[in-house]
Structures are given as structure tokens and as C-alpha cells.
């Protein structure tokens, strides 16, 4: 009998022995019987996980994936998946190595290993969705304040510890005994499975991804990268007419719809994106958000915005048009995904009342089979209180939040996480805009004028929900996997570190402040915040004129959607429109929007002609377009201007 297999059914016996002298007397002996049977069927004891390579491969795959979600969140709103993408990565990477270094070959890179690495990678590749494509911009855009590098880098970091140590009580009761699917979880496990079989349809994946992202940082270049190499060339060579001649053969940020129609782009942003990310995004989103995208992107830019101009309530162009039509579009996302929140109330009270069976478990039960691989709730209780008072004294010393205020937040955030887990768990997907909208709504009452109160306090709510969510949907993966969830947790908590320190760096460099809201960087997520907090603070009588009453069709149309999304028979559904994709559609300009339509349609397409085609390389493509495109457009910004960036951010 092998070692590992010895101490499986040595750790399930001192569970047994333990659970025999505690008596059967409650629901308690059932989980313990569960507990007893995963650690001697599914539990992989000793097995090589939380190394050196696996840590260090993750921090800095997810650093990577960081800048590209920064890069791709500030152009859609969206943040795109991280764990699967970053599995691919890994077991290319050190498939190669096995190939090449001898000593890797004797020491393979194991499956579990795989699976702490992308623990931290997701970790790490989140970092942005914790506030640097929302609450940091959105407090730019409306106070004119710009964050240093050191306070985006605390304020970050503390908000996401605190995430990660919230789900510390909830792993036990959402995973263990109430089983929730996770289903993001569930394919990083099988994932994981085909890949390490050695299947060679996961093997031609990892090289699809690879391909994808040659062409798409071959797209950066041509766009971003071929005037100025021209430019430089000209120099180096004296003539500067032939790098004149090189840069106008590079790809335009954006192109017409049709030859003739340069004056509907410059007017009304109709046209194509010079980008294959939007493409490739559309791909991932799917049919129904590509379709509610363009629907979005033709009323508003095609229809409502010359009727504006024509009423002379905006001018032509995409800041004047924006900022009207970001007020429909905003009522609209908000009131739908607070409708589809509370439609939720079960998942609501089922969230709160495990706060009892939580407390009860810890208080009744002396002997736990799982105590020496379970994460302690000390470390819960620990980092909670270290990570929840960081946030209240950096809310005091950089934001001016009132102490009180600060601790408010840190238990509506806590309270808020669990709800945010248990939607997760059961639908995939995570609330995070309806938490920190919440948030914003409880802290328009409390303190109505404070803008940066209103923001900061719901980015506690947004990061933490956020990174929460992550971990439990990690650790799904590890329960069907067999691995330790305490060694799961400390690779999420170096996946925060490396993120915290890559990312915002990159985002320091990469943003120009003044671009934030336009065509080049729309920032959509920044602005509904924005809208939201400016709302809040000086009321509806300083909205645009005729803004009042389109926020209230936007708001009707978002929950009329919700509605015949809940209630509506399953065969109607899918020709519901999504409420987020229109309201997506009035904060970015029309040309992204109809790209992304492109790509959902060619997904689309592909699905029902060669299903076995877009099953295998749809997903694995497009996130090595994104990945590919986005790093090499953040390495060329860097290239241009990142000296005097660097020395103006540091200050040297």
C-alpha cells in the first residue's frame, strides 16, 4: 500500500474513532460520515502540491493575466475568466520543460500542483476587478482625485485579504455539506483531469491558446506598434519619409462600417474597433449578450444619439454622447441586477441562516476529521480583524471615512460576501455589481454629499465579494480533486501579493488619467459607479436635461427583462435581451459593441456548423487573442512612455 493511501485511511479512522465517541445524536454525524469518506476516496494526502514552482508559476501567470483583465476591464467592463486559461498556460510551460530539462522529466508537474497554481493565478488575475476598473477610476471621474501607487497598493491589498479570510466559514458549509456545483469549479476540475491524461485534444488546446496569442500581439503591433518602430527606423536609417511611409500602413483604432461612412465613426462611433479583443471577448460572452450589445449599440448611437444632437441636449462625438446616455443605461443595470438580487431572497436567507449552523459546528463538534487540512477559524478570525482594521484606517487616513462608517462597512461587507458566495456556488455567476451597489445605496443615505465616502466604502463590498467568490470557486476544484484547502488558501493569499504589486504598478503606467471616459479607455464600469455616487450626493434635479425620464424607461426595461427572465417558460428565454449587454452598450462606444457582436455571432456560428470545432478552440482562441493583444498593447505603452511614467509616479 502506498504512502499517501496510508495516510488517507489513517486520518479517515482517527475521524471514525473520534465521531464513535461522540455518539450519533444530530445532523452532525452525517457530515462527519461524508468527511470520513472524501478523506478515503477522494483525498490525495501528500501528494506534491504547494511548491515552490507551482506558487512562483502562479504569481506570476496571474500577474500576466492581471495586466490583460486591467487592460480588457477598462475597454468593456467585463472581466474575463483567469483559472482555466492560466491551467493551460502552466501545463504547457512545464510540459515543455519535462521535454527539455531532465530533472523535471524525473519530477513532474503534478496535477494538484496545477490546481494551488491557479489558486494564486486567479487570485492575482482578479486584482483588477477589485477596483481598479471601477472605484479607483470612478472616484477620478468624479472628484478629480488620483490614487498613488502606495495607497491603490494598501487599499487593495487589505480589501482583498479581507476577501480571502471571509471565505474562510463559508468553505465548509457551501462546499462540504451543502455541495453547491460551482460550475466554474467543476470545469477547472475537469480541466485539469483532460490535461493531465495527456488527451490530445486538451494538448492541441494549450497550442491553440499559444497561436491565438501570437496573432493577436501581432494585432497590437501592427495597430500600436508599427508607426512608432517606423518612426525609430527612420531615425536610425535617416529617412524619416520612410517611417512616415511604415506608419500609415498600420491597422486604424477603428474603421467605418462601410467605405463613405467615416462621418457616422467621428459623430457617432459606428464602425469596427481595430482590435481583435472585442471580437474575441464576443466570442466568450455568447450570442445573447453579442446580439443585446448590438441592439444597445443601434439605439443608442444609431437612433438616440442624432436625436440628441438634433435637440442640442448633446454634441456629436462619444464624451458629449455618453454623458447623457450613461443615465438610461445605468438605471437600467442597476435596477435589473437589484430585481434579479432580490428574486433571489431564498438564496438571501439561506446565506444568513448558515451563519447559525457556522457557529453551531465550531461550538459542537470536539473531534473533526478534516481539522489538519481545513483552513483553522482562527486564521478567519485573525485575518478578518487584521485585513477589516487596515480597511477602516486606511478608509480614516486616505479617504476621510469616519471610524464608525469604516467598521460598518467591514460587517456589511462580511454579511454581503456570504451572499455573494451562495449565488456563486449555485449560479456561477457573482453579484459583485449588485454588492457594492448596495453598499453605495446604504452609504447615500448615511453620509448623502460624500462622493469618495460613497465609492471607497462599496469597493470593500466589490473586492472583498469578489475574491471571496474566487477562492470557494478554487476550492470547489480542490474538493472534487482531492487537494488540501488550507495549502489552496495560502496560494490565494500569494496570488493577492503578486497581483497587488504587478498590477497596479501597470495600471499607474498604462492609464492616462485624462483618457479615462473616452473613446480609447471608456472605463464603463467606472462610470456607472460614478453615476451612481454623483446621483446620490446632488439628486436628480442635476442630470442632464431629459435624463430624469430616460432613467426611468432604462429602469423599466431592466426590470421587465428580469421579470421575463425569472417567469417566462425555459423555450422563450433565450430571445430575452440581456438587460447587462444593453446597458453595456450605452457606456462604451458603438464600434466595440459591435465587434463583440462579431464574435459572438462567428462563436454562434461555428456552435451550430461545427460543434466539435467551437467545443475545443473557441474559448482556448479567444483568450490567447485577449491575453496576446492586451500585454503586447500594455508592452508598447511601456516602450513609448514608460520612463518619464515611471519617474512621475514615483516621484524620482
Not at 504547494?50 to 501567470?61: D, F, K, Q, T
Not at 477589485?130 to 497598493?153: H, K, N
Not at 441562516?353 to 473533526?368: F, N, P, T, V, W
Not at 455567476?429 to 469618495?452: E, F, H, R
Request: glycine share 12%; hydrophobic share 50%.
Amino acid at each position: 500500500m502506498s504512502s499517501n493511501k496510508k495516510k488517507r485511511k489513517a486520518a479517515a479512522k482517527r475521524g471514525a474513532s473520534g465521531h464513535a465517541s461522540q455518539g450519533k445524536s444530530s445532523g452532525d454525524d452525517a457530515v462527519t460520515i461524508e468527511a470520513r469518506r472524501w478523506l478515503r476516496d477522494v483525498y490525495q494526502g501528500d501528494v506534491q502540491q504547494l511548491s515552490v514552482r507551482s506558487i512562483v508559476s502562479g504569481m506570476l501567470i496571474g500577474a500576466v493575466m492581471s495586466v490583460s483583465n486591467l487592460y480588457v476591464g477598462l475597454k468593456t467592463g467585463w472581466g474575463l475568466g483567469v483559472t482555466i486559461t492560466s491551467c493551460i498556460i502552466a501545463f504547457g510551460v512545464f510540459s515543455a520543460l519535462e521535454r527539455l530539462i531532465p530533472a523535471y522529466k524525473k519530477n513532474p508537474f503534478t496535477i494538484l500542483e496545477n490546481n494551488t497554481m491557479s489558486s494564486a493565478a486567479s487570485a492575482a488575475g482578479y486584482m483588477a476587478s477589485a477596483g481598479l476598473t471601477s472605484a479607483i477610476p470612478a472616484l477620478y471621474l468624479t472628484t478629480g482625485r488620483l490614487l498613488t501607487w502606495w495607497e491603490m497598493m494598501g487599499w487593495l491589498a487589505a480589501v482583498s485579504v479581507l476577501g480571502v479570510f471571509m471565505a474562510v466559514p463559508l468553505k465548509r458549509q457551501l462546499i462540504n455539506i451543502d455541495q453547491l456545483p460551482f460550475p466554474s469549479g467543476i470545469a477547472t476540475a475537469e480541466t485539469l483531469k483532460s490535461i493531465h491524461s495527456n488527451d490530445p485534444v486538451s494538448l492541441r488546446k494549450a497550442k491553440s491558446l499559444v497561436w491565438g496569442a501570437v496573432v493577436g500581439a501581432l494585432i497590437a503591433f501592427w495597430r500600436d506598434g508599427l508607426a512608432p518602430a517606423g518612426a525609430w527606423l527612420g531615425g536610425k536609417l535617416s529617412r524619416p519619409e520612410l517611417g512616415e511611409s511604415i506608419g500609415r500602413a498600420a491597422l486604424p483604432d477603428s474603421l467605418p462600417l462601410f467605405p463613405g461612412a467615416q462621418s457616422l465613426l467621428e459623430r457617432y462611433t459606428l464602425g469596427f474597433e481595430g482590435s481583435a479583443i472585442m471580437v474575441a471577448a464576443g466570442a466568450i460572452m455568447g450570442i445573447r449578450v453579442g446580439v443585446s450589445l448590438l441592439l444597445g449599440a443601434v439605439f443608442y448611437y444609431g437612433l438616440l444619439g442624432p436625436w440628441l444632437v438634433e435637440q442640442g441636449i448633446a454634441e456629436p462625438g462619444y464624451r458629449s454622447l455618453v454623458s447623457w446616455t450613461l443615465w438610461p443605461a445605468t438605471a437600467m443595470m442597476v435596477c435589473s441586477s437589484m430585481l434579479a438580487f432580490a428574486l433571489r431572497w431564498r438564496t438571501v436567507v439561506r446565506a444568513f441562516s448558515e451563519m447559525g449552523a457556522i457557529l453551531r459546528q465550531q461550538k459542537g463538534r470536539r473531534i473533526d476529521p478534516l481539522a489538519d487540512i481545513e483552513v483553522p477559524m482562527s486564521w478567519f478570525v485573525g485575518g478578518t480583524v487584521v485585513a477589516g482594521v487596515a480597511c477602516v484606517y486606511l478608509g480614516h487616513a486616505w479617504f476621510n471615512i469616519t471610524w464608525w462608517m469604516g467598521v460598518l462597512a467591514v460587517v456589511a461587507t462580511f454579511l454581503l460576501s456570504i451572499v455573494a458566495a451562495r449565488a456563486t456556488g449555485e449560479t456561477d455567476v457573482t453579484p459583485i455589481g449588485a454588492m457594492g451597489k448596495i453598499t453605495q445605496l446604504m452609504y447615500g443615505a448615511i453620509a448623502p454629499s460624500n462622493i469618495t465616502t460613497n465609492l471607497m466604502t462599496a469597493s470593500i463590498t466589490a473586492g472583498a465579494a469578489s475574491h471571496s467568490a474566487d477562492l470557494l470557486t478554487d476550492l470547489k476544484t480542490g474538493y472534487l480533486l482531492g487537494a488540501n484547502p488550507r495549502k489552496q488558501t495560502i496560494g490565494q493569499l500569494f496570488g493577492v501579493f503578486a497581483g497587488t504589486l504587478f498590477c497596479v504598478p501597470v495600471y499607474g503606467l498604462v492609464v492616462d488619467p485624462t483618457k479615462i471616459g473616452s473613446v480609447e479607455m471608456p472605463a464603463p464600469a467606472a462610470k456607472v459607479w460614478a453615476g451612481v455616487a454623483k446621483m446620490l450626493s446632488s439628486g436628480l434635479e442635476s442630470l442632464p436635461r431629459g435624463a430624469v425620464l430616460a432613467m426611468a424607461i432604462g429602469a423599466v426595461v431592466g426590470c421587465t427583462i428580469t421579470l421575463l427572465e425569472e417567469y417566462l417558460p425555459a423555450k422563450y428565454k433565450r430571445w430575452i435581451p440581456s438587460a447587462t449587454g444593453l446597458g453595456i452598450a450605452g457606456v462604451i462606444p458603438a464600434f466595440n459593441a459591435i465587434s463583440m457582436f462579431l464574435g459572438a455571432l462567428f462563436a454562434w456560428l461555428l456552435a451550430r456548423t461545427k460543434p466539435q470545432i467551437d467545443e475545443r478552440y473557441t474559448v482556448s482562441v479567444s483568450s490567447g487573442l485577449i491575453a496576446g493583444e492586451s500585454l503586447t498593447g500594455v508592452a508598447i505603452i511601456l516602450w513609448m512612455q514608460g520612463g518619464g511614467m515611471i519617474k512621475s509616479i514615483f516621484g524620482f
